[in-house]
C-alpha cells in the first residue's frame, strides 16, 4: 500500500503509522485487580502501614516495603478530589462528547484512581462532588470495564 | 480482553498502542527520493574526507560536517556481503527465501541495502556485479520502492581486495 | 567532589515544525558548542537526551550519532529522557576520574506526531495508558489541585505568563515572546480548564548542546566557567493519585541535596512547562521574591521536548560566565506533573 506522498517546506512528507499490538501479564497484585473489575468490584490493597492504595501496587510508594496480602474492595462510589475538563476528547479517550478527568478518592480508599467523569457539562463539575462507577455491558478484566465515573445523584449525568 | 474466562484469575491484558505521525524527510533524504523519482541515484560526497555516502544523510558520520556536494551514482553495483532470509515478517515484498544484501555502486564508499532476484541463492556471492531493477518508467516515484530490487549482469566478479575499505 | 564546569551551551532557534531531519537539526547546534568551548576534539565522553517516540522511529537517536562525528569510535552513552539527565551522567563521569571532559547533546522533533497523545504513553500501561489521557490535561488535574487547596488564583497564573513572554522579547532562540496584558488572558477560552492556551507550551522542535570540563581544563579553556556545585535529581511515584500534586516534594528534597539554600540565588532557570507548575517550584526551592526566574522566558516560551531542561542548564550557565550571576539555580522535569526533577547549583567562582 503506498502512502500519499506530499510536500512541506520542500522537503517530503509522508504519513507514517507506528503500531504494536502488545500483551502485558499482570502478575499477582493486578491480577486479583482486575479479576474483580470482571466481577464488577473495585479492589485495592493495604500497605503494612495500613493506608489503602487504589489502584493496587505492589510496593508502598512512601515506604518501598511490599504490601499486604489484604485487598479490601473499596467505593464503588467516591469523592472527586481534582478535575479537568475535556472540551474537545480524542480518538481513543473513554467519551466522545465532552467529559471530565477526576482523581476519584473511593470510600475505603487512601489514595485516588484517575478516570473519566461523564458529568454533562462543566458546570456539573466540583471539587468534593460524589461519583460512581458506570459499567461496561461486557466486562473483560481490564481498566476499560469501568467505561467512566457518573455524577452519584439520581439518575445520573444523563 | 484478558486472556481467561470467568472463573480464572485475569493473567494478562491487551494493550494496544496506534500513533500516527506525518514523517518528514528531511533536506538530503528529500534530495535523494526526487532523484529516485526520476530514476537516477544521488549521493553525497563529504567535503573533508571525500567519501561518496549513499542514500545520503546531510552529513559525514566520520568527520561530524555537513555534506552538500551531490554526486550521481551508478546503478551498477558489487554484492559486498548478503544473507539468505528464510524468516516471515510483514511488508517483505518479494517470496521467502531470498537474498537480502548489501551493495557497493559503483562511485559510492558505503554499501546500498536491497535485496537480489534471478539469481540462484547459491550462486549470490560476494564481489557479484548487479544492476537496479526499476519499476516501469511511468510508475517512477520519490520513494525507494521504485527500485524493485537488483539482478546479476554479465561483468566479472570484483575481487574481495577490492571492497574490504568498503566493509 | 571533583571540580566540574559547563563552558559553552549552545541552542537551535526553535520552531513550530522543523522540516530538516534530526542530524540537520543538531550539527550547527554541536559546532557551534565545540567551537565556543575551545575543547578540542574527541572528547573524552559523548551523552545524549532524546527519544524515539517523539518521531515515531526505534533508534533514532543513533542516526543522530554523525552530529557528533563517531569517528574514530567514541565513548559515548544516552538517555531516553530530556538532556539535563544526560548531562548528569556525563557529570558522574566525569566525577568518576575516567573523562575530562564532555559532550552533551539532545534534540526533539515533536511536530511529526501528536505531542500529547505520545505523551500518554509514559503513563501507567495497566491503569492509566489505556484511557489515554493527555498532558495538558493532566496537568490541569494538579493546575486546579493547586488552585483550590493552596488558595492561588489564575490571575496569578496569567501573571507568570506575562512576565516570561516579555524576557523572551531579548532571546532570539525563543518561539513566542511579546507583551501581553493580564486581563485579556484571564479573558481567554480555557484549553483544559483551568489551564488557557498560553498557560500550556508550545510545541516545538529543537536541539541544544552543553560542553562540561573538569578543573584546569575548564580554567584553561574557559575565562569564567560556571561551575556545578551541586546537582541532583529526585522522582515520586508513578501513581498520580499517591502523590501530592501540589507541592513537588522531589524538587525540594533535589534542591536541598544540591545545595540550593546554601547562599543567594540571583537567577533561577526552573522547566515549569505550565504556567502553575513555576510557583510550585519555586516554592519547592524556598526562592524568594529577588530571584530573576526565567530570564530565558522560560519553557511556556518554547519546550522542544526532550531539550528544554538542557537548555534551562544552559541559560542559567552562560549568565554565570558572562557575569550577569554569580550564583543560579537550573532545574530539569520529566514525566506528567512534575514527577521527577533535577536541580543544579551553579557558580561563578
Known amino acids: 500500500m503506498k502512502a500519499p506522498i506530499t510536500e512541506v517546506d520542500g522537503v517530503l512528507s509522508a504519513p507514517h503509522v507506528l503500531e504494536y499490538p502488545y500483551r502485558r501479564s499482570v ?91 461523564d458529568a454533562g457539562d462543566i458546570d456539573s463539575m466540583r471539587t468534593g462532588m460524589r461519583v460512581r462507577p458506570r459499567w461496561r455491558a461486557e466486562a473483560a478484566g481490564e481498566i476499560g470495564d469501568i467505561t467512566c465515573f457518573e455524577p452519584e445523584r439520581a439518575g445520573g449525568a444523563r | 480482553m484478558s ?56 552529513s559525514c558520520p ?13 546503478d551498477k553495483g558489487t554484492v559486498t556481503t548478503f544473507a539468505i532470509v528464510r524468516v516471515p515478517s510483514e511488508n517483505i515484498s518479494v517470496p521467502l527465501p531470498f537474498a537480502s544484501v548489501h551493495i557497493l555502486l559503483d562511485g559510492a564508499d558505503i554499501p546500498f541495502f536491497s535485496v537480489v532476484q534471478g539469481c540462484p541463492l547459491d550462486q549470490v ?9 526499476w519499476v516501469p518508467r511511468e510508475e517512477l516515484a520519490p520513494t525507494a520502492t521504485s527500485i524493485r530490487w537488483f ?7 570484483v575481487p574481495f581486495e577490492k571492497l574490504e575499505a568498503a566493509l | 567532589m571533583r571540580e566540574v564546569a559547563i563552558v559553552s551551551f549552545s541552542q537551535s532557534r526553535h520552531v513550530r515544525r522543523d522540516t530538516r531531519n534530526e542530524v540537520e537539526i543538531l550539527m550547527p547546534v554541536v559546532h557551534e558548542v565545540v567551537e565556543r568551548s575551545g575543547v578540542a576534539r574527541p572528547f573524552d565522553f559523548t551523552c545524549s537526551g532524546s527519544t524515539d517516540f517523539l518521531q515515531g522511529q526505534p533508534f533514532a537517536f543513533v542516526m543522530a550519532l554523525d552530529a557528533a562525528g563517531a569517528w574514530p569510535p567514541i565513548a559515548e552513552s544516552h538517555v531516553e529522557m530530556d538532556g539535563a539527565w544526560a548531562l548528569y551522567e556525563a557529570w558522574v563521569k566525569l566525577q568518576s576520574g575516567e573523562a575530562d571532559t564532555a559532550l552533551v547533546y539532545a534534540f526533539g522533533k515533536s511536530s511529526p506526531g501528536d505531542l500529547p497523545e505520545v505523551l500518554s504513553r509514559q503513563l501507567d500501561p495497566y491503569v492509566l495508558a489505556p484511557l489515554w489521557p493527555d498532558a495538558v490535561s493532566l496537568a490541569a488535574l494538579q493546575a486546579r489541585a493547586w488552585l483550590e487547596q493552596k488558595g492561588r488564583s489564575e490571575r496569578e497564573l496569567a501573571e507568570v505568563v506575562v512576565r516570561s513572554r516579555r524576557a523572551a522579547r531579548a532571546n532570539p532562540h525563543a518561539l513566542l515572546s511579546g507583551d501581553l496584558e493580564v486581563e485579556k488572558l484571564l479573558a481567554e477560552p480555557y484549553l483544559a480548564a483551568p489551564l488557557r492556551r498560553h498557560d500550556a507550551p508550545p510545541i516545538c522542535d529543537g536541539a541544544a548542546a552543553v560542553v562540561l570540563a573538569a578543573g584546569d581544563v575548564a580554567r584553561r579553556v574557559c575565562k569564567r566557567p560556571a561551575w556545578i556545585r551541586g546537582i541532583d535529581h529526585r522522582v515520586e511515584a508513578h501513581a498520580l493519585g499517591a ?46 521574591a529577588g530571584v530573576d526566574v526565567n530570564p530565558s522566558g522560560g519553557a511556556l516560551c518554547a519546550n522542544p521536548m526532550m531539550v528544554a531542561g538542557l537548555i534551562r542548564i544552559g ?35
Open chain 3, 315 to 349: 541559560e542559567a550557565a552562560r549568565r554565570i560566565s558572562d557575569g550577569t550571576a554569580r550564583r543560579a539555580v537550573a532545574h530539569a522535569t520529566s514525566g506528567p506533573c512534575l514527577q521527577q526533577n533535577l536541580v543544579c547549583v551553579l557558580e561563578g567562582a
Open chain 2, 125 to 133: 556471492r560476494i564481489g557479484m556485479r548487479v544492476r537496479a531493477e
Open chain 3, 243 to 288: 502523590r501530592d500534586l501540589t507541592a513537588s516534594p522531589s524538587t525540594r528534597i533535589a534542591g536541598e541535596r544540591a545545595g540550593v539554600g546554601r547562599g543567594a540565588v540571583d537567577v533561577a532557570e526552573l522547566h515549569a512547562p505550565f504556567s502553575h507548575q513555576e510557583w510550585i517550584l519555586r516554592e519547592a526551592l524556598g526562592l524568594g
Open chain 2, 3 to 58: 486472556d481467561s474466562d470467568d472463573a480464572k484469575p485475569v493473567k494478562s491484558i491487551k494493550t494496544p498502542m496506534r500513533l500516527a505521525y506525518q514523517y518528514t524527510a528531511g533536506q538530503a533524504t528529500s534530495r535523494y527520493l526526487r532523484g529516485i523519482g526520476q530514476g537516477r541515484i544521488l549521493g553525497q560526497r563529504c567535503p573533508s574526507c571525500k567519501k561518496v555516502y549513499v542514500p545520503p544523510r546531510g
Open chain 1, 27 to 117: 502478575g499477582p497484585v493486578l491480577s486479583r485487580f482486575f479479576s474483580a473489575l470482571r466481577e464488577r468490584k473495585i479492589l485495592g490493597v493495604r500497605t503494612r502501614g495500613g493506608r489503602v492504595l487504589v489502584p493496587p501496587s505492589e510496593a508502598d510508594p512512601e515506604t518501598g516495603t511490599a504490601v499486604t496480602d489484604d485487598f479490601p474492595e473499596v467505593g464503588p462510589g467516591g469523592v472527586v478530589t481534582t478535575w479537568s475538563w475535556v472540551s474537545r476528547p480524542r480518538e481513543k479517550q473513554p467519551l466522545a462528547h465532552p467529559f471530565a478527568w477526576a482523581l476519584i478518592r473511593l470510600d475505603g480508599a487512601d489514595t485516588a484512581l484517575l478516570h473519566a467523569v
Open chain 2, 151 to 157: 539482478v546479476p549482469i554479465d561483468e566479472p566478479d
Open chain 2, 62 to 74: 566520520r568527520c561530524a560536517v555537513a555534506t552538500t556536494e551531490e554526486v550521481q551514482l551508478s
